[in-house]
């Protein structure tokens, strides 16, 4: 089946800075658009930003100008640069793809989650 795995999470101090990135792998044909979400303390998960194959990006308001995120299609793997980090950007990160699979179905799949933590 597919796999996503995420790396990167880790604390850091405001204003500091992390990088994430999630490999995907498995029986993959196609990696449509690749996400990150975060699901903070006490709240609903959220979408964070997302790319697409041909590389276009959108991303919440709350993170425009601090994040960054890009992907290698041929490595199959997305990244999110963050940086000027908040204790609000507090929440574990999950990576999310649209992937079709050999057996022609296609379906999202979920990472396993990777914690930031920002302190004060």
């Known amino acids: 089946q597919v796999q996503l795995v995420e790396s990167g999470g880790g604390s850091v101090q405001a204003g500091g800075s992390l990088s994430l990135s999630c490999v995907a792998s498995?029986?993959?044909?196609?990696?449509?658009?690749m996400d990150w979400y975060r699901q903070r303390p006490g709240k609903q998960r959220e979408l964070v930003a997302s790319i697409t194959t041909s590389g276009v990006t959108n991303y919440a308001d709350s993170v425009k100008g601090r994040f960054t995120i890009w992907r290698d299609n041929a490595k199959n793997t997305v990244y999110l640069r963050m940086n000027s980090l908040k204790p609000e950007d507090t929440a574990v990160y999950y990576c999310?793809?649209?992937?079709?699979?050999?057996?022609?179905?296609?379906?999202?799949?979920w990472g396993q989650g990777t914690q930031v933590t920002v302190s004060s």
């Open positions: 999310n793809a649209d992937i079709r699979t050999y057996d022609l179905l296609r379906n999202r799949y």
């Open positions: 498995g029986s993959i044909v196609r990696i449509n658009d």
